[in-house]
């Protein structure tokens, strides 16, 4: 017996095993080729192509097994039966083009492989029937497991091939593809090859028909090299013809290509051609997309391309990538003629930039976009739906307003890059405390609002807690400004079941919080509601008050204590209301710091108090007192040279009074602020010496002019020891740092005789002159010719 397998060295000649290899490998390369080429027409030339290159690769197919069968040499004669080489070389051909056609069936799935089957079955029916047709001096037996496993690998490697090298794109994958299917037509040939054996018999004699092995090798070899090029000779000339009748397609293209948006032409479903916008969309190479089927990439098909009996109408849909994943899309398709065939124009826009901006201007709508939190609308859409859902369960709902304290200061100190970073800060810690249920809103500015569904209030009150807390916290462990806030408690329906109504509950007890000392919270009473709405109306008034011509200064003496000379005047504020009467600045000089009007009312304060000192003719001093806020303002010091230098008065006649509780917060601020001002001359004064902090401390550490001791101290100077004893101390602290004391608020002869004696170098007071308009002092700023140059009070 002989084992065809075993005998593969030994007895096959491996130059025509080479040459059948390398005829296998130009087979599976030209019939990919062609597929590509006809899945890129479509009707009778598509049917054409298919044809040639199911000769191409049915002789392929062919010519490599029986050029392997012929360098096959057993130790016996061999022949081939001509009828039936004929037919296998038919049957190779017939099933081969059979399984390419199904290949190319679009509207079969998986149709590649299920071509590629086929196109195994093809090389099994060849292979077969050539094997029947092999003639040799004795019988053939086969083993059956190995043809078995012959037709598999026919028929897998066949399916792959197919798959790959046309559903994927590329010389990669069509290479791949090739080989495969030469693996396919390999694999299949020698497994079958070693399911053969030859058992010699003498009595059986080879037909004188049949026909010489080394002949039929010539002929397989010339036949299948003439095949091969023909078949290329054929791409070459349709590529050669399309492309001259596409030159003015290209032209084409290229303006194609140089649009923004995808474009399509299609022959019913089928892709002709695409831009390289839309191959960037789906991942592909534009040249790669003529073949493909439009429901490759957008699934409803049929559907969007029956609207184009409304042309320009656009559609939305949903363009899926080769990667797998989707991108949302416009069509516009309309029907057009292309090629002198009628054809679809698509065009293809990417929604992507556009559904962006949607959502944005979405989030916008209902988010502040500083801190990302919920805005205002936003706020009272879920406040209203929250207080339906309490009544409907009989549950509490409590609505917390925050509001930063002195934000705008920090603003003025650190800039609105500081600013801004804190809100985000606030939004980010706040937010951290609150569950699911809860929602924190940004109103606007540095108002936040915190809304939480709860069965008491105790539960508010702890929130509100934590969340001072936090902040405290926060403020701790981050470097800039200090983070301080109130917040006021408002309950629905405790105190009020409509929406404008609690947000205005919870915001009146926020200011009675900011009221009662700052950084706390309180929970909304009957009878904070007058008195928060009567200091709005107060604070509104204010604003308007320097233009409608409400506020006056008056001015009070500033004597020698031991002459008694007037020396100077300070300038108070007065505020005379149409409707409340004269208002106590101790009234609306805090509302003015709180709001920040202050800024305005001392501007203007600043600006008369120099223009009324410039025209006196006695060059008295004029002291003016600035608040806190106006210290730690950035043009605090820009706005003192404009007003002096606008007036024409010089700076050493004005005086700059500050209290100590000015200097607590941010005092290197402060500190700078004074010496510049007392770098172009401006006097710096100490007011109400002793009723602030660290006296001793900050008289080292600012540069002051004088010592201004508070009225509180001398009222019993010559009654109370212990007084007397302060005052003393602190005229002797002021005559050894070299600072003139003045003492204020002297109303009696007995008081006046204490301080002279103990050397205080000037007062102010009743005793001398009770604060008035200037006009009432013209004596001293004006005084007749031949008159002293200072005033004086006994005159």
């Not at 590329?170 to 399911?195: P, V, W």
């Amino acid at each position: 017996m002989l084992t065809v397998l075993g005998c593969f060295i030994g007895e096959h000649d491996l130059w025509l095993v080479a040459l059948a290899a390398l005829i296998c490998s130009l087979a599976s390369a030209a019939c990919i080729v062609l597929l590509h080429h006809a899945r890129r027409t479509s009707g009778r030339w598509q049917a054409a192509w298919i044809g040639v290159a199911a000769v191409a690769g049915g002789s392929g197919i062919w010519a490599t097994h029986f050029i392997a069968m012929l360098a096959f040499e057993p130790s016996m004669p061999t022949g081939y039966e001509t009828g039936l080489t004929v037919l296998s070389l038919a049957y190779a051909v017939a099933i081969t083009g059979a399984g390419l056609a199904l290949a190319l069936w679009t509207a079969l799935p998986f149709a590649p492989v299920f071509g590629g089957i086929v196109l195994g079955a093809g090389i099994a029916a060849m292979h077969y029937t050539g094997m029947a047709a092999f003639e040799v001096p004795g019988h053939i037996v086969w083993n059956w497991d190995l043809v078995a496993v012959s037709l598999v690998l026919g028929a897998v490697l066949g399916g792959a091939g197919l798959q790959i090298g046309l559903t994927r794109h590329g010389l990669r994958s069509r290479s791949a593809g090739a080989l495969l299917i030469l693996l396919a037509i390999c694999g299949h040939h020698f497994t079958a090859m070693g399911a053969v054996t030859i058992v010699p018999d003498p009595t059986v004699a080879i037909p004188d028909t049949a026909l010489p092995a080394r002949w039929l090798g010539v002929g397989v070899a010339a036949a299948s090299v003439v095949i091969l090029l023909m078949a290329v000779g054929a791409l070459l000339l349709d590529l050669r013809e399309r492309r001259q009748r596409t030159l003015a397609g290209e032209r084409m293209n290229s303006l194609a290509n140089a649009a923004v948006e995808g474009l399509l032409v299609c022959r019913g479903t089928t892709i002709v051609n695409g831009n390289d916008s839309f191959g960037a969309l789906v991942g592909l190479p534009a040249p790669d997309l003529g073949g493909l089927n439009l429901s490759q990439f957008l699934p409803e098909t049929e559907t969007h391309l029956a609207l184009a009996a409304t042309p320009d109408q656009p559609i939305e849909a949903e363009l899926i990538r080769a990667d797998g994943g989707t991108i949302p899309v416009e069509l516009i398709v309309r029907p057009v003629t292309y090629g002198d065939a009628p054809h679809y124009a698509v065009a293809v826009r990417d929604l992507r930039a556009r559904r962006k901006a949607e959502g944005q201007i979405q989030f916008l709508a209902h988010h502040d976009p500083l801190t990302g939190l919920a805005n205002r609308a936003s706020f009272n859409l879920r406040l209203e739906r929250e207080m339906k859902l309490a009544a409907a369960t009989g549950r509490k709902l409590a609505v917390l307003c925050l509001d930063l304290d002195r934000f705008k200061e920090v603003n003025d100190l650190f800039g609105h890059q500081a600013g801004d970073s804190l809100l985000v800060t606030v939004a980010r810690t706040v937010s951290g405390l609150l569950d699911e249920n809860q929602l924190m809103a940004r109103l606007g500015g540095d108002e936040f609002a915190v809304l939480m569904p709860c069965d008491h209030a105790v539960s508010a009150g702890r929130l509100a807690e934590a969340m001072l807390e936090a902040l405290r916290g926060e403020s701790r462990e981050v470097a800039g400004p200090t983070i301080a806030t109130s917040i006021g408690i408002a309950l629905y329906p405790d105190n009020a079941d409509e929406r404008t109504l609690l947000l205005s509950y919870a915001d009146t007890a926020l200011y009675r919080a900011k009221s009662e000392g700052r950084g706390t919270y309180r929970f909304f009473e009957a009878t904070m509601g007058a008195q928060v709405r009567d200091r709005r109306l107060l604070e509104h008034d204010l604003r308007y008050a320097v233009a409608r011509g409400e506020m006056r200064l008056v001015y009070q003496p500033q004597s020698d204590a031991a002459t008694g000379a007037v020396i100077g005047f300070e300038v108070l504020l007065r505020w005379q209301h149409p409707e409340r009467g004269a208002v106590s600045p101790a009234i609306f000089i805090p509302v003015a710091e709180e709001s920040g009007v202050i800024l305005q009312l001392g501007e203007w304060v600043l600006r008369e108090a120099c223009r009324e000192a410039a025209t006196w003719k006695n060059p008295l001093t004029v002291a003016v007192n600035v608040s806190g806020v106006q210290v730690h303002a950035p043009n605090l010091v820009p706005l003192v040279q404009d007003v002096l230098h606008e007036t024409g008065l010089a700076p050493e006649r004005l005086e700059i009074e500050v209290t100590e509780t000015a200097l607590i917060r941010e005092p290197a601020r402060a500190q700078a602020t004074l010496r510049q001002l007392k770098s172009i001359g401006v006097r710096i004064a100490m007011d109400d010496f002793g009723t602030g902090y660290s006296s001793l401390s900050n008289l080292r550490s600012y540069p002051f002019d004088k010592i201004k001791i508070d009225a509180s101290f001398i009222r019993t100077v010559d009654s109370n020891e212990q007084t007397a004893a302060i005052v003393r101390s602190v005229l002797g602290l002021g005559r050894g740092l070299g600072m003139p004391v003045l003492a204020e608020g002297v109303e009696t002869e007995e008081e006046l005789r204490f301080l002279v004696k103990e050397n205080c170098a000037a007062v102010q007071g009743f005793l001398m002159g009770r604060p008035s308009p200037i006009a009432t002092f013209s004596h001293f700023t004006h005084p007749a010719p031949g008159g002293p140059d200072r005033g004086d009070l006994a005159a």
